[in-house]
């Protein structure tokens, strides 16, 4: 795992979206996977400039997101659908085809599950994986105590993500108790992944996914086991960690990141 240290959210954000363009420019056809909230607002923002202002092109490049809530139509407005077709599919060149998510309506969620799963191994797999934790710890909504090799499933939101979401509903009590989502094993199998953190909100939990143990009770831990996870976070996200020096120094010496300074 590697740590980078941004100034501020902006920075931060601006890294993700240069690696993301980076990578999209190597390989057009790259398999994106997607996450939703409030952090990733700004790394597709900067995306949908890049899209517009450098000619980034989606036009061949594959997505899939990491979740959706249970019981929301795609065309609902707090749908991870809508999210993605609000914040970035309807600005930029992507062939809505090549864009997936789960469906949080489909009759037999299993079965959507299992689908869902087969469609990222026809793809040839994640290439690279875009995520957000959770105040809970969770990557995708991979909860407190998911196993750490789990599939793609229905799960039960925590009390903490209802309590971090809700507030986005209209009617708050109206906001969906389960969700489909990546397994903690899906996730892992990406070539690559990138994780963002920003605000202070987010300084205990990103050192305990960080610093402390691989535990399921903190399924954003389970990056430590990945072979390539880069996790980019501002000062307030950074405030908790212990070994921000040495995190300074690996991203100010390895010559990957020469370009990114
Ligand atoms: C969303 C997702 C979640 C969020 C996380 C952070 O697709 O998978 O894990 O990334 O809850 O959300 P924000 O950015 O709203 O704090």
């Known amino acids: 795992m590697e740590l980078i240290i941004r100034p501020d959210r902006e920075a931060a954000a601006q890294l993700v979206a240069r690696i993301v363009a980076g990578e999209l420019r190597i390989n057009p056809r790259l398999v994106l996977g997607m996450a939703t909230g409030s952090t990733m607002e700004a790394v597709y923002r900067i995306l949908v400039r890049l899209h517009l202002?450098?000619?980034?092109?989606?036009?061949?490049?594959?997505?899939?997101?990491?979740?959706?809530?249970?019981?929301?139509?795609?065309?609902?407005?707090?749908?991870?659908?809508?999210?993605?077709?609000?914040?970035?599919?309807?600005?930029?060149?992507?062939?809505?085809?090549?864009?997936?998510?789960?469906?949080?309506?489909?009759?037999?969620?299993?079965?959507?599950?299992?689908?869902?799963?087969?469609?990222?191994?026809?793809?040839?797999?994640?290439?690279?994986?875009?995520?957000?934790?959770?105040?809970?710890?969770?990557i995708g909504f991979n909860e407190p105590l998911s196993a750490l090799r789990s599939r793609t499933r229905v799960k039960a939101l925590a009390p903490t993500t209802i309590k971090q979401n809700?507030?986005?509903?209209?009617?708050?009590?109206?906001?969906p108790r389960r969700a489909i989502t990546m397994g903690v094993g899906t996730i892992l199998e990406a070539r690559r992944c990138l994780l963002l953190a920003t605000g202070a909100a987010k300084a205990d939990i990103i050192a305990q996914a960080v610093e402390g143990p691989i535990t399921s009770m903190v399924t954003a831990s389970a990056l430590q086991l990945h072979p390539r996870c880069t996790v980019i976070v501002d000062e307030q996200a950074a405030g908790k960690l212990k070994e921000k020096e040495y995190y300074r120094w690996i991203f100010e010496n390895e010559p990957e990141w020469e370009a990114y300074q």
């Open 53 to 138: 202002k450098e000619d980034l092109d989606f036009s061949q490049c594959r997505t899939f997101n990491l979740d959706e809530y249970v019981g929301l139509a795609a065309s609902h407005g707090n749908s991870y659908h809508q999210f993605m077709y609000e914040h970035l599919f309807r600005h930029v060149n992507i062939d809505l085809r090549n864009t997936h998510l789960p469906s949080g309506l489909a009759p037999d969620l299993d079965a959507e599950c299992q689908r869902y799963e087969a469609m990222i191994q026809d793809a040839g797999g994640i290439d690279l994986q875009l995520l957000g934790i959770g105040t809970a710890g969770h």
């Open 166 to 175: 809700a507030p986005l509903f209209d009617d708050p009590s109206k906001m």
